[in-house]
């Protein structure tokens, strides 16, 4: 291997390092509101009581509605059976909510992945790394992100659609254009390494001011 070669893979090795932190980081942070809510769940509770002891109505509802605003942040709305990927979903859905983007997710993963949790958290959090930074840029009622993943047959099917400014994105050689700067590049790479190495099926498509990323993953034997 040529010493650029060789250079070039330990910056993607130190780039996918500092991104499977992030994703850990993410994934503890979130966990880390939910036990301080469960924490708190009992003096919630005895602050309602003390309210309906009063027949403090009004008081009830503006505690319950600002419950409700703080669960929302760290509510684990994805429950797809595969522990690793419930935990990067829902913590890349809650980052999305922070910023004000939409995500729509249907993700069903009945059985157990034969992946290593090493893989799978690069290319989610890839995917949706990306999809976040796409729509943060859009004015806020067209952010959205849609997510599906599913079996089909042997191999999980993953499929992330976020909206574009509305223009067609342009290929430059042989890849989508991007202003994102040189991590952005990386985690794309890192992709499409990933993919091949589990001869895999990986697809981009840029149209209707749309831009989806479609992966097929086989099941190692």
Same mark, same amino acid.
């Given at each position: ?5 060789? $250079?070039?893979?330990?910056?993607? @090795?130190?780039?996918?390092? =500092?991104? !499977?932190? &992030?994703?850990?980081?993410? /994934? ?5 509101? !939910? ?16 309210? %309906? ?5 009004? %008081? ?6 600002? $419950? ?9 709305? !994805? ?16 980052? #999305? ?11 069903? !993963? ?10 799978? *958290? *690069? ?7 990306? @999809?976040? =930074? %796409?729509? #943060? ?27 574009? #400014? ?6 430059? +050689?042989?890849?989508? #254009? ?6 952005? +590049? ?8 990933? /993919? =091949?190495?589990?001869? +895999? ?7 209707? +001011? %749309?831009?989806? &990323?479609? /992966? ?6």
């Amino acid at each position: 291997m040529s010493f650029l070669g060789k $250079l070039m893979d330990k910056r993607i @090795a130190a780039y996918q390092r =500092e991104l !499977i932190e &992030t994703h850990y980081r993410e /994934v503890e942070n979130m966990y880390r509101q !939910i036990r301080g809510w469960r924490h708190d769940y009992r003096n919630h509770i005895q602050v309602m009581k003390a309210y %309906a002891a009063e027949d403090n109505l009004e %008081a009830i509802r503006r505690y319950l509605d600002a $419950l409700d605003q703080d669960l929302t942040t760290v509510d684990t709305t !994805i429950k797809t059976g595969n522990p690793m990927t419930d935990a990067i979903l829902n913590s890349k859905i809650s980052l #999305a909510k922070s910023r004000g983007i939409q995500v729509i997710a249907d993700a069903h !993963i009945p059985v157990k992945l034969k992946l290593s949790e090493l893989d799978l *958290c *690069c290319i989610l959090g890839n995917l949706f790394d990306n @999809a976040i =930074e %796409a729509s #943060a840029g859009l004015p806020e009622d067209k952010r959205l992100i849609r997510v599906y993943m599913d079996m089909k047959n042997t191999q999980l099917y993953i499929s992330f659609t976020n909206f574009t #400014a509305g223009k067609k994105l342009k290929k430059i +050689g042989g890849r989508f #254009a991007s202003n994102k700067g040189e991590g952005h +590049g990386f985690g794309l790479v890192r992709i499409d390494t990933i /993919v =091949e190495r589990l001869e +895999g099926y990986i697809s981009r498509n840029s149209e209707d +001011g %749309a831009f989806t &990323t479609e /992966v097929l993953l086989p099941q190692p034997k």
